[in-house]
C-alpha cells in the first residue's frame, strides 16, 4: 500500500492560484499514474487531472484545462496540481491518488489508494 498525504489546500479569492502536492510514501511509486479529484458538498467525485508515470503523459478534464498543471517530481514521489485563475466552482475537497500502472487513466475505480484530501475553498 502506498501512503499518500496532500497539502496546499487554502482558502483563496477568484483568479487567485494555489499549488497542491502530494507526497507519497513509496519510491516504487515514481513508476505509477498518479490522478487528482475532487469533490464538492453533495457532489459526487469527479475527475481533474492525471499523469503517466514517466510523467511525459498528462490529461485534465475539460472545466480545469488551460487552468491547471500536473506534473511530478520522482526524485521527491511527489506530485503536483498547479491551479491559476481559480473559479468559485473549483471549490471543493482535493484527493489525489495512484494506480498500479503506468498509464495515467481518469477512471477512479483504477486508483489504488487516496490520500485523505486536502480543502480548497475559493471565494467570489
Known amino acids: 500500500q502506498v501512503q499518500l498525504v496532500e497539502s496546499g489546500g487554502g482558502l483563496v479569492q477568484a483568479g487567485d492560484s494555489l499549488r497542491l502536492s502530494c507526497a507519497a510514501s513509496?519510491?516504487?511509486?515514481?513508476?505509477?499514474?498518479v490522478g487528482w479529484f475532487r469533490q464538492a458538498p453533495g457532489m459526487e467525485r469527479e475527475f481533474v487531472a492525471a499523469?503517466?508515470?514517466?510523467?511525459?503523459?498528462?490529461f485534465y478534464a475539460d472545466p480545469v484545462k488551460g487552468r491547471f498543471t500536473i506534473s511530478r517530481d520522482n526524485a521527491k514521489n511527489t506530485v503536483y496540481l498547479q491551479m491559476n485563475s481559480l473559479k468559485p466552482e473549483d471549490t471543493a475537497v482535493y484527493y489525489c491518488?495512484?494506480?498500479?500502472?503506468?498509464?495515467?487513466?481518469?477512471?477512479?475505480?483504477?486508483?489504488?489508494?487516496w490520500g485523505q484530501g486536502t480543502q480548497v475553498t475559493v471565494s467570489s
Open positions: 499523469i503517466s508515470g514517466s510523467g511525459f503523459g498528462t
Open positions: 491518488a495512484i494506480t498500479r500502472t503506468s498509464w495515467a487513466t481518469r477512471d477512479s475505480s483504477q486508483y489504488a489508494d
Open positions: 513509496a519510491r516504487t511509486s515514481s513508476s505509477y499514474a
